[in-house]
């Protein structure tokens, strides 16, 4: 085979090219630690990379909604607990109101339930950090619970002015939970109303209202007769209530647990398809550059060989 | 027999053709590292014999022509390789760029996994989990308008930079169209040039090494047809229409508005459209209508379905004030969508309720969220990400495509060149061998000349009586 100048050359500068290529790419991978950077170095890895960084971060917003739902939840349970130490208490004066007669006891009493009554709707009317009134069910923009007074100042009845209605929140991949609570619930199917429930029979304010108007005019047998045991129905629906939440609690922790662990299980497959493995990269470069300085080395001793060195 | 003048004759001549044989090798010494030239050889050959009664006698050397070693058969298969090469580099050049524009890059995230955090993906992903924040009524519509504009911003901008790649293959192609015109004439007036040259007799040897580069550059824009003829031109034709032929340029190729402004070729004389496959014309025009377009193609059904899900949900969600009926999304494609331009000057008009006047109702929210997951029967029954990600992978695909065939391509071309290399390449160290051949027979045969004129006077000195 005829070798001309020109074929060495070329071939020499072809090889050196290729070799300056493979060391800029293995020197780039050694830098960013990454094996895939651009679609065209793994099309098929970048696909399944995209879907789990969406993953990902769908996964981090589920957290933040966990978050804030357990906090809504914990406001929720602080004011449910105030709620069922108001019955409690009304429960106790509506028993000792039996047994006395003395109409300035009565009436003691009677300023007591009202004391009572106005702290009820205080609580009813919580609002959460946002200024949203967390029991009106999906209408949180008004007091859910407005109170009209006769003219000596005592609250003559309690109109519930929130919904039955309440909205989901997503805490999962194809999961949601409802951290809303509608005060009184009179339409007998939907959410069980908080103070109020047609199915329960319970309704809070009509029966602490009534509770001291009985008190206020003397009629102790209504008290024992109605009042105590309704009050008692409040309570086992306040209490349902509660356990309602405990179990919205719980669920919201399960729920957080589980996007930890999704979390963690998305970085490790992310990190196997994108990582590159150091040690190969380095070896690998280090092989390269060997080649590298070869080629440089053997074109250098062949390319200063020519007949003219010899010739006189 | 020849005699002392005839054989003065004979070395003569002989000088000649060993100057001759100098001047070649310097000619192959001083084009060693032309690209496109061809060794040049001496063909000598012993002149007329002159009859004597002793039998034939020799009468030295006559140089007969100089030729170049030139292998025609490789020459064709270098043109059709430089088509596929310069087709592949076009297309993995255009398909690169759009890749760059599309943004879609994995880079390290502090503090978390690796990602491509800047593309449309990521984008996506923030907009539907933006939706997700308001279903627990904390979240902010601010935000979520904030992240539609972005997401609205990135189809703009990778749609209009889509365009622009596709306007710049258009101008390539424009300008390969007049370089190819340029190098058809070129080779026409070669052509004039050669015949004339040759109708002497002999071949125009370096006419014939710049003809044959015209040819492998014209070959490297669009795929030709190079024919030779018996009076030493080459006929040109693309696509079967006769470019050139002998002296002429008899057409060239023109561009046309194909629709939508998008470029294509046509001859001159007749405007017949020319199927242009290889070269970079070629490669320009299969990448700009295949994958570039099939990728713009791709964006705008999805910015649609977009558009058009997140609409059908949101205009019947009421906001704060108890208004509804408005879109979220505005334009019908990539390169329009934009948000509901009230809605960014006043976000709590966002429609986030399925009811009025019931503000802790994010039920639209919610739904909105939802789209995010669900499988859409316009795009493959993937999700909205799903078919991104897709989109995303058959460009990559596309690219390593072309860059395999640029690679074979290309190793292809190097062996192909290095046979000519080997064919007609100068080495030096032939020449240098070559050349001291010449000089000791030019020194042979000034000898000879010496010896002659020696003799000469001698026999003239034999005619006068008087010198001693």
């Known amino acids: 085979m005829r070798v001309s100048n020109s074929l060495f050359t070329n071939n020499f500068l072809a090889q050196i090219n290729q070799l300056q290529q493979q060391q800029i790419q293995l020197q780039n991978q050694a830098t960013t630690g990454l094996k895939i950077s651009l679609p065209e170095d793994d099309p098929a890895g970048i696909n399944q990379v995209l879907d789990l960084q969406t993953q990902a971060a769908a996964n981090t917003q589920y957290q933040s909604n966990i978050t804030q739902l357990q906090g809504a939840a914990t406001t929720a349970a602080t004011a449910m607990n105030s709620l069922q130490t108001i019955v409690e208490q009304a429960g106790e004066i509506a028993t000792e109101a039996n047994g006395t007669t003395t109409s300035s006891q009565l009436a003691n009493y009677a300023t007591q339930v009202g004391t009572l009554i106005q702290e009820a709707l205080q609580t009813a009317n919580t609002q959460d950090a946002q200024g949203h009134y967390i029991f009106g069910g999906t209408i949180d923009s008004q007091p859910p619970f407005v109170a009209t007074t006769d003219s000596s100042g005592n609250v003559q009845a309690v109109n519930y002015q929130g919904n039955t209605e309440v909205s989901e929140s997503q805490i999962g991949p194809g999961q949601t939970v409802s951290a809303q609570i509608p005060g009184a619930n009179t339409t007998g199917s939907g959410p069980a109303g908080l103070l109020a429930d047609s199915r329960s029979g319970a309704d809070l304010f009509r029966d602490l209202i009534s509770l001291q108007q009985n008190l206020i005019s003397g009629n102790t047998a209504a008290i024992a007769s109605t009042d105590n045991p309704n009050l008692t129905t409040d309570e086992n629906n306040l209490v349902s209530g509660i356990a309602a939440n405990g179990v919205l609690q719980s669920t919201l922790e399960s729920a957080s647990t589980a996007a930890t662990q999704l979390g963690a299980s998305l970085t490790t497959q992310t990190s196997n398809l994108t990582s590159a493995d150091l040690t190969t990269t380095l070896t690998q470069l280090d092989q390269t550059q060997t080649a590298f300085q070869a080629a440089l080395q053997s074109g250098e001793m062949i390319m200063n060989l020519s007949i003219l060195n010899y010739i006189q | ?468």
């Open chain 2, 1 to 468: 027999m020849l005699g002392l003048f005839g054989t003065l004759d004979l070395a003569s001549r002989s000088l000649a053709t060993q100057q001759e044989g100098t001047a070649v090798a310097g000619q192959n010494m001083a084009n060693v590292n032309n690209p496109a030239y061809a060794r040049q050889q001496l063909n000598v050959q012993t002149s007329a014999p002159l009859d004597t009664t002793a039998g034939e006698e020799g009468t030295g050397d006559d140089v007969v022509s100089i030729t170049e070693v030139r292998d025609s058969l490789l020459d064709s298969q270098i043109q059709s390789e430089n088509s596929a090469t310069g087709s592949f580099t076009a297309q993995q050049s255009a398909l690169q760029n759009a890749e760059a524009y599309l943004g879609e890059q994995i880079t390290n995230t502090s503090g978390a996994s690796a990602a491509s955090a800047n593309g449309l993906a990521a984008k996506l992903s923030n907009l539907f989990n933006s939706f997700s924040s308001l279903t627990t009524g904390a979240g902010d519509p601010a935000a979520v308008v904030q992240s539609a504009q972005e997401v609205a911003t990135q189809f703009n901008q990778v749609s209009a930079n889509l365009s622009q790649v596709q306007s710049n293959l258009n101008t390539s192609i424009q300008n390969d169209v007049a370089s190819s015109n340029q190098d058809l004439s070129d080779i026409a007036g070669l052509n004039q040039q050669i015949v004339l040259a040759e109708a002497g007799g002999g071949t125009a040897n370096d006419l014939v090494d710049t003809r044959e580069q015209t040819i492998e550059n014209l070959a490297s824009m669009a795929n030709i047809s190079a024919t030779a003829q018996a009076d030493g031109s080459v006929d040109i034709s693309i696509g079967g229409v006769p470019m050139v032929t002998g002296g002429s340029a008899v057409n060239g190729l023109q561009t046309y508005d194909g629709g939508g402004g998008q470029l294509l070729i046509q001859d001159e004389n007749s405007g017949t459209t020319l199927a242009v496959t290889g070269g970079s014309i070629g490669g320009s025009i299969t990448a700009r209508d295949g994958a570039l377009a099939g990728l713009q193609t791709s964006l705008d059904t999805l910015a649609s379905q977009l558009i058009t899900q997140v609409n059908n949900t949101y205009s019947a969600g009421y906001d704060a004030a108890g208004g509804t009926g408005q879109p979220f999304f505005t334009g019908a494609g990539a390169a329009d969508i934009g948000v509901n331009s009230a809605l960014v000057s006043d976000p709590t008009q966002f429609q986030a309720s399925s009811a009025p006047g019931a503000g802790g109702d994010t039920q639209i929210a919610l739904a909105l969220a939802n789209l995010a997951t669900q499988d859409n029967p316009a795009l493959g029954n993937q999700s909205l990400t799903q078919s991104y990600a897709q989109t995303v992978s058959n460009l990559g695909n596309a690219i390593n495509t072309a860059t395999d065939q640029l690679n074979t391509s290309q190793a292809i071309s190097t062996t192909l060149a290095n046979q000519r290399s080997t064919e007609s390449g100068v080495s030096i160290d032939e020449e240098m061998t070559n050349l001291m051949q010449f000089q000791k027979a030019y020194q042979a045969s000034a000898q000879l000349v010496t010896t002659l004129n020696a003799m000469m006077e001698i026999v003239i000195d034999m005619d006068d009586p008087i010198s001693t």
